[in-house]
């Protein structure tokens, strides 16, 4: 019988909130983003790399000299990033970059997923990871006792994670490693009967499969169809990330209400927002803040089902209120009413509150949106 379904997307008269949920990591920062490009720190190392979605004038032309390495838009590295290694919560990756590539092994906007995974899977959860890539979402539920399927259509990709398994002496871990398309093996994977817990996905817009099979993004709503027909009868979540210049964290919600997906299982629960990269505040780029409560729309909410913390302006790092009433408070916690509103019932003139206010006062440090999320659990 299909389960009830929610969705965590606050509304009050037809406003939306979305949440954007931010990475906390000592390992690493963005200092800067614009005219297509974005200054991050990993490590000790500092990169430019280009971003289309920086749309938007640099802030602090000044610190793009300090770079160690730079990629042009062409995602040709003028020079070489090197080797390196960085850490999260005790899980060590391998990084580096391929002269045809921008990419250096790691999706650090990703890091709230991470937490999310490291604090909502179970010892002995059955892990499917598709698209896995160099394997930070198949290292983590390893490392609390989950068993894993690591499935990329890329040998090099599958390689580079098994190389981080070694790295992390998980080389005994439960973890299975699979170079195929992701179709090819949910088709094979239902005929076995083989189940899982849970599933990630993090599927690219264009690929082929190590036999030449096409994927494409329009085939999407296909795939979490077939990822349906592989969750057990006691199933935790479908994680869905996407990068798309074009897509919507609206789009991820239509796919995931799906009722192959609705009827595996009761207590069914959707929720969606935008995963963000937030520039790290400097002196000579912010106004000496004065945000009240209330002034903050949208975009500084964070996922309460994450571990996640955001920047606040003031520079002290604010938790998640778990204590609310709801997921995300509706906008119209902060809503303005048009002059002359009567009592008669009718809507009101709902109008978010702003993300900042000037002359002089304070406003939201900046965000660069990366990614799309879409997640499915049961309770």
Not at 165 to 172: F, L, S, T
Not at 277 to 287: A, D, G, H, I
Not at 334 to 352: C, D, V, W
Request: proline share 8%; aromatic share 8%; with cysteine.
């Amino acid at each position: 019988m299909p389960g009830k379904s929610t969705s965590s997307i606050a509304s009050s008269n037809n406003a939306l909130q979305i949440p954007v949920e931010t990475a906390t990591w000592s390992e690493f920062e963005l200092l800067d983003s614009g005219k297509g490009q974005k200054l991050e720190r990993w490590g000790k190392k500092i990169f430019v790399r280009p971003e289309p979605k920086a749309l938007w004038r640099k802030a602090s032309p000044e610190l793009w000299d300090k770079a160690d390495a730079v990629c042009d838009e062409n995602e040709r590295w003028r020079t070489s990033p090197g080797n390196f290694e960085l850490t999260w919560e005790g899980i060590k990756f391998g990084l580096h970059a391929s002269q045809e590539s921008k990419h250096l092994g790691l999706f650090p906007e990703q890091e709230p997923h991470w937490r999310y995974l490291k604090n909502n899977l179970k010892p002995d959860d059955r892990v499917l990871n598709l698209f896995a890539y160099t394997g930070a979402a198949t290292l983590i539920p390893a490392s609390i006792g989950c068993k894993v399927t690591h499935v990329d259509a890329s040998r090099p990709s599958v390689d580079w994670a098994r190389e981080n398994a070694k790295r992390n002496n998980m080389e005994a871990a439960p973890i299975r490693w699979i170079v195929e398309d992701a179709m090819t093996y949910l088709r094979r994977e239902e005929k076995r009967g083989s189940r899982y817990e849970a599933i990630l996905l993090d599927p690219p817009s264009f690929g082929r499969g190590p036999k030449g099979e096409l994927w494409k993004i329009e085939n999407i709503a296909d795939l979490i169809d077939a990822c349906a027909k592989v969750l057990s009868e006691k199933p935790r979540l479908v994680l869905l990330t996407m990068y798309n210049l074009e897509a919507s964290a609206l789009s991820l919600a239509n796919l995931l209400q799906t009722d192959k997906l609705k009827g595996v299982a009761g207590n069914f629960e959707i929720q969606i927002g935008e995963l963000a990269l937030q520039e790290q505040p400097t002196p000579n780029r912010l106004p000496t803040p004065t945000l009240q409560k209330g002034d903050i729309s949208a975009l500084s909410r964070i996922d309460r089902g994450s571990a996640a913390t955001k920047e606040t302006p003031q520079g002290t790092r604010e938790g998640n209120n778990r204590q609310g009433s709801a997921p995300y408070p509706a906008v119209a916690q902060g809503r303005q009413f048009a002059e002359g509103e009567g009592s008669q019932g009718a809507a009101p003139n709902l109008i978010p509150p702003p993300i900042g206010r000037g002359p002089g006062g304070g406003f939201l440090p900046r965000h660069l949106p990366l990614s799309l999320y879409g997640r499915a659990s049961w309770h």
